[in-house]
């Protein structure tokens, strides 16, 4: 989706201020619950955002349900399904910050810039890496497995 067709919603700009004090004092709790659930909706609002325009993050994300869901059928232990979250924590969120990164290179620029490449190019790869790195940890965690399930 081009940046010219993304709607954002009223106020969106400068959201992330923070609340006035009244005169006199701190803010009252209620307004800071406020402020963080507002912050909390925009960051939702983000992830949605990823899940639903980036095929990438798509596919990452059924990637680790399917994880998940052979995780449940061999029963990892406490310490794999540790490591089984965090691996899939950490694609999600390297193909998060890219698409935040390709969003503000493409605000920044319209033209073909070398650095704009780079700045692309780099924030992809970091999520390839991560995405190998999670075939690694798969392959460890349910290798042996499913090989004792096929070669009994």
Known sequence: MAPEEISLPAGAWGRRSRPQAPA??????????????VAFRYAFQGLWYMLRTQRNAQIHCAMGLCAVALGLVVGLARWEWVTLTLTITLVLAA????????AVVDLATSEIHPLAKIAKDVAAGTVLLCALAAVVVGCLLFGPRLWGLLFP
């Open 95 to 102: 193909e998060g910050l890219n698409t935040a990164l390709e």
């Open 24 to 37: 006199g004092g701190k803010p009252r709790m209620k307004q800071q619950l406020s402020a963080l659930l």
